[in-house]
C-alpha cells in the first residue's frame, strides 16, 4: 500500500528538472571522422611485443640474459686456461692479475667463471630444448589420437611426476659416470611432463572448440588447422614453460653439483665453484661469491623475465 | 568419489612397484657386485662364498623377488660402509630427524606463505604486495644451499664473533650446526622453507586477487556482510583450495631440499645419509633410500589428494566423468 501512495509524488519532480533539448547545439555528423579507427591495428604477437617493451623488469631480465649467454659463448674463447694451475699463487685475493682471486690450486677464478657459466648454460638450455620437443610430440600426439591412447599416455605421465625428480638425478649420477651428458639425460627423463600435459590440453579443448569445427566445415585442411589455430594458441604458453624451466635445470646442476654429485672438478660450473668455495669458508670469500652472484642474479633475471612473458602472451593481462 | 581414490590408489602402487624395479635393475647393470669392482685380486672361492651369503649367485629375477619380499617385511637391506647395521635401522634412527625438520619447515613456510599471500592481495600494488614480490622472487631466484652458506656465514661466523667481542660469551643465539634444542632448528627450518614461502605466497596472492575480483564476493558485500567475514568466509576460504593441491608437491620438494640442508648444518637426518651413501658408493644404502623415499613421497601425495579430494567437492565430479 505504502508504495502505491509514494509512486505518484516521485514521478512528478524529474519531469520539471529535465533540460530542454534546445540547450544543446548537436556536433555536425561527420561519418569519416567517426569510422576511422585512431588505434593501430595490432596482431597478437606486436601487441605482445609491446606489452613486454613496457615491463622494465623483464626487459632488464631478457638484457641480462643475453649478456650473460655472449659471456658463456665469447669468453671461454677468450680465457682458454680454465685448468691451469698455479701452486705459487693460490687462494690470492682479486688482484690486477687475477680478477676474482685463485682458487685453492691456484686456479684463475674469473676464467673457470666465464667456463663455469659456459657449462651451467649448456645443460640448461640443451636439457630444456631436448624437453621441449619430447613434451610437444608427447602432447600432440595424445590428444590428437584421444581415445585409450591418450588415458594410457597421461597415466604414463601420472606415474613419472609422482617420482621425484631429484632422486632420478642422483640415482642416475651413481649409475652412471658423472658428466654433463648423465645430467642432460637425467634431466630429459622427466622434465617434459609438465609441457605434453599443456600442449595435450590445448590440443583436446581446441578439437572440441567452435571455431575448429566451423573453419572444418567451411573446408580448411587439417594442416590450415594446425597452422592458424593450434599454433598460435599454444606458442604462447609452451614458450612461458620453456622460459621457466631453464632456471630450473640450471638449479638442478648446482644442487647436484654442490653436494658433489653432478660435474667432477677439473671442469668448472656455477655448481661446483659454489661447492668448492663454500669449502673455504671462512677464509676466500670471492670463491663463494663471485659464482653466487652471478647464479643469483641470472636466476632472477630468468624469473622476471618468465614473469614479464607470460603475462605479455596472456591476452587477459594486456592493457 | 570411491572411484577416484581407487584409481589414486592403483596408480601410488605402480609407481612405487615401477621405482622398485626401476632402481633394482640400474644398480645391477652397475659392472661386477659390491665385493668384486674388477680391479682387487681377491681369492676367487672367498668371493664366491662372499657372493652366495647375499645370495648374489642367484638369478637376478630371482633376487629382485627375494628383494621385494624383504621390502615386504620392512627389510631394506644391509649397508656396505656401515658395517652390521641395516639399512631399516639407519632409517628408523634417521628418518624422525628429517620429519622434525621437514615439518617444521613445512609450518613455518605455510604459515608464512599465507599470511603475505593474503596481506599482498588485500593490500593490492602497497608496500606489503611489494615486498611479498621481492620475498617470492628472491626465494625462488636464490637456491636454498647459497642462501644456507651465506646464513651461516653471517649469523654462525660474523654475528656470534660480534657477541663473543661484546658480551664476552660463547653464546650463541642462532647455532649454525648440530641438531639438539630449539636455538638448533631455528635457521635450517627457515632455509628449508624459503621455497615453499615463495611459492604459497605467490600462489595465494594469485589465487585472492581472482576471487576478489568475482560477482559472489560483490553480492555477499552487497547482502551485508561484514568486511571481516567476507574475507575470511568467502575470499580466503574459496582462494585457499588451489593452494592445498601445492602442499602434495611440497612434500617432495622438502625431501630434496633436506639433502642439502642436512649437509649443510650437520643434522644428522636422512638425506645426510643419503646424499653420503651415494658419495661412498654404497649402492645397497642408496637404493634402500631411493625406495623409501619414493614410497615416502608418493604415499604423502596420495594422502593429500585424498584429503584435497574430501575437501573440495569439485573433484568428486572430475571423478564421476571417469
Keep these: 500500500m505504502s508504495l502505491l501512495r509514494a509512486a505518484p509524488a516521485n514521478t512528478g519532480k524529474p519531469a520539471e528538472e529535465k533540460p530542454f533539448v534546445k540547450d544543446f547545439t548537436p556536433v555536425p555528423k561527420d561519418l569519416e571522422a567517426s569510422g576511422r579507427i585512431n588505434r593501430k591495428s595490432l596482431t597478437y604477437w606486436q601487441g605482445a611485443l609491446m606489452t613486454l617493451r613496457r615491463n622494465h623488469a623483464a626487459m632488464g631480465g631478457l638484457i641480462f640474459i643475453i649478456l650473460v649467454v655472449l659471456i658463456g659463448i665469447i669468453g671461454p674463447i677468450l680465457y682458454p686456461d680454465y685448468m691451469k694451475t698455479n701452486m705459487l699463487q693460490t687462494l690470492q685475493p682479486p688482484s690486477e692479475r687475477h680478477l676474482l682471486g685463485t682458487d685453492l690450486l691456484g686456479r684463475d677464478t674469473f676464467t673457470r667463471l666465464l667456463w663455469g657459466t659456459r657449462t651451467s648454460l649448456l645443460i640448461g638450455f640443451i636439457a630444456e630444448t631436448i624437453n621441449l620437443f619430447i613434451g610437444i610430440i608427447y602432447g600432440g600426439i595424445s590428444g590428437f589420437a584421444g581415445g585409450k591412447t591418450d588415458v594410457i599416455m597421461m597415466r604414463i605421465i601420472d606415474v613419472l611426476v609422482a617420482v621425484p625428480q631429484m632422486i632420478i638425478l642422483i640415482l642416475l649420477q651413481t649409475v652412471l659416470s658423472n658428466g654433463v651428458g648423465t645430467l642432460i639425460f637425467s634431466l630429459c627423463i622427466t622434465g617434459w611432463t609438465g609441457l605434453a600435459r599443456m600442449v595435450r590440453g590445448q590440443v583436446m579443448a581446441l578439437r572440441e572448440s567452435e571455431y575448429v569445427s566451423a573453419a572444418l566445415v567451411l573446408g580448411a585442411s587439417k594442416w590450415e588447422v594446425l597452422k592458424n589455430h593450434l599454433l598460435p594458441n599454444t606458442v604462447g604458453p609452451i614458450l612461458v614453460n620453456y622460459s621457466m624451466s631453464i632456471p630450473g635445470a640450471i638449479g638442478a646442476e648446482a644442487f647436484l653439483s654442490y653436494i658433489g654429485l653432478g660435474i667432477p672438478v677439473p671442469a668448472a660450473s656455477w655448481g661446483n665453484m659454489l661447492q668448492e668455495g663454500a669449502a673455504q669458508f671462512p677464509g676466500s670469500l670471492w670463491l663463494f661469491f663471485s659464482p653466487a652472484i652471478l647464479f643469483g642474479l641470472f636466476m632472477l633475471a630468468f624469473n622476471l623475465f618468465g614473469d614479464g612473458l607470460r603475462d605479455a602472451l596472456d591476452p587477459k593481462m594486456r592493457r | ?322
Design chain 2, 1 to 322: 568419489m570411491k572411484k577416484y581414490i581407487l584409481g589414486r590408489v592403483i596408480l601410488s602402487l605402480v609407481t612405487i612397484f615401477l621405482v622398485i624395479t626401476l632402481t633394482f635393475v640400474l644398480m645391477r647393470l652397475i659392472p661386477g657386485t659390491p665385493f668384486n669392482t674388477g680391479n682387487t685380486n681377491m681369492d676367487p672361492v672367498a668371493l664366491a662364498q662372499l657372493e652366495a651369503n647375499y645370495g648374489l649367485d642367484k638369478p637376478i629375477s630371482e633376487q629382485f623377488v627375494i628383494y621385494l619380499g624383504n621390502l615386504l617385511h620392512g627389510n631394506f637391506g644391509t649397508s656396505i660402509t656401515y658395517t652390521n647395521r641395516s639399512v631399516t635401522d639407519i632409517i628408523l634412527r634417521a628418518f624422525p630427524v628429517s620429519l622434525d625438520l621437514g615439518l617444521r619447515a613445512m609450518i613455518f613456510g605455510v604459515i608464512a606463505g599465507l599470511i603475505l599471500g593474503i596481506e599482498a592481495a588485500l593490500h593490492h600494488n602497497q608496500w606489503i604486495d611489494r615486498l611479498s614480490t621481492v620475498v617470492a622472487i628472491i626465494g625462488i631466484s636464490i637456491p636454498s644451499f647459497v642462501l644456507g652458506t651465506i646464513l651461516q656465514l653471517v649469523l654462525g661466523l660474523w654475528f656470534s664473533g660480534f657477541i663473543k667481542d661484546v658480551f664476552q660469551t660463547d653464546y650463541q643465539l642462532f647455532p649454525i650446526a648440530r641438531w639438539e634444542s630449539f636455538r638448533y632448528t631455528i635457521i635450517p627450518s627457515f632455509v628449508l622453507s624459503l621455497g615453499s614461502i615463495a611459492s604459497i605466497t605467490r600462489m595465494m596472492r594469485s589465487s585472492m586477487l581472482d576471487v576478489m575480483s568475482q560477482d559472489y564476493i560483490k553480492t555477499a558485500r552487497s547482502k551485508g556482510i561484514s568486511e571481516r567475514r567476507v574475507v575470511l568466509r568467502h575470499e580466503i576460504r574459496n582462494a585457499i583450495l588451489p593452494v592445498v593441491t601445492i602442499i602434495g608437491r611440497m612434500i617432495g620438494t622438502l625431501c630434496t631440499g633436506s639433502f642439502v640442508v642436512e649437509n649443510l648444518f650437520a643434522i644428522p637426518g636422512l638425506g645426510k645419509y643419503y646424499v653420503n651413501s651415494v658419495t661412498a658408493r654404497d649402492y645397497t644404502l642408496t637404493m634402500g633410500l631411493t625406495i623409501f623415499y619414493a614410497i615416502f613421497i608418493v604415499l604423502s601425495m596420495l594422502l593429500v589428494d585424498i584429503v584435497y579430494g574430501l575437501i573440495d567437492p569439485r573433484i568428486s565430479l572430475v571423478g564421476r566423468k571417469r
